[in-house]
T-cell receptor, first 115, second 110 residues
Framework: DVKVTQSSRYLVKRTGEKVFLECVQD?????MFWYRQDPGLGLRLIYF???????EKGDIPEGYSVSREKKERFSLILESASTNQTSMYLC??????????????FGPGTRLTVL | SQQGEEDPQALSIQEGENATMNCSYK?????LQWYRQNSGRGLVHLIL?????REKHSGRLRVTLDTSKKSSSLLITASRAADTASYFC??????????FGAGTILRVKS
């Protein structure tokens, strides 16, 4: 069974803290993604990676960075957490396919609260 | 950029009824996908329809795609309480990215 896991389901941090969100997939997928989900806004792409050590900015990268040192692991880093980063964070992975796009597999999400 | 836009924002029906959700998008696509999200969980892929397809079925799900109108619909027949969830359409952009809409919240009352 394919699996994407995230390090925490719930996380509470203080303003200014450095926050690490970890995502691991066991499907040998090339692509990995970080989204944030807010009510009424759907999913917004923060960063994605199509290979080890490669990363590309999504639609809302400000205040975030990422790391992909191994194929199965993609980390999202909040350098200095702020209250407007309180959100649900979702990690996903997918294969790189020739032709049509492949489905994304999602982790269960991390609900981050920044106080 | 938000490409897919779902309609309605929320839908409440009785068990056994059919549920129809619509999605509109703005640019050319290679395919369109539908996902389901149970409350507070990650998304689960339901179905993918390619741009050269007009209709696709999977169990109680029927998806249509009209590229001339840049729209898609998801029909869930004979709904069950377990279908209560949020439903999102997603369209592909360049590379391997997807763009998700804001979603339709479906509530099936038993």
């Amino acid at each position: 069974d394919v699996k994407v896991t995230q390090s925490s389901r719930y996380l509470v941090k203080r303003t200014g803290e450095k926050v690490f969100l970890e995502c691991v997939q066991d499907m040998d997928h090339e692509n990995m993604f970080w989204y944030r989900q807010d009510p009424g806004l759907g999913l917004r792409l923060i960063y994605f990676s199509y290979d080890v050590k490669m990363k590309e900015k999504g639609d809302i990268p400000e205040g975030y960075s990422v790391s992909r040192e191994k194929k199965e692991r993609f980390s999202l880093i909040l350098e200095s957490a702020s209250t407007n980063q309180t959100s649900m964070y979702l990690c996903a992975s997918s294969r790189t396919g020739g032709g049509s796009y492949n489905e994304q597999f999602f982790g269960p999400g991390t609900r981050l609260t920044v106080l | 950029s938000q490409q897919g836009e779902e309609d309605p924002q929320a839908l409440s029906i009785q068990e056994g009824e059919n549920a129809t959700m619509n999605c509109s998008y703005k640019t050319s696509i290679n395919n369109l996908q539908w996902y389901r999200q149970n409350s507070g969980r990650g998304l689960v892929h339901l179905i993918l329809i390619r741009s050269n397809e007009r209709e696709k079925h999977s169990g109680r799900l029927r998806v249509t795609l009209d590229t001339s109108k840049k729209s898609s619909s998801l029909l869930i027949t004979a709904s069950r309480a377990a279908d209560t969830a949020s439903y999102f359409c997603a369209t592909d952009e360049y590379g391997n990215k997807l763009v998700f809409g804001a979603g339709t919240i479906l509530r099936v009352k038993s």
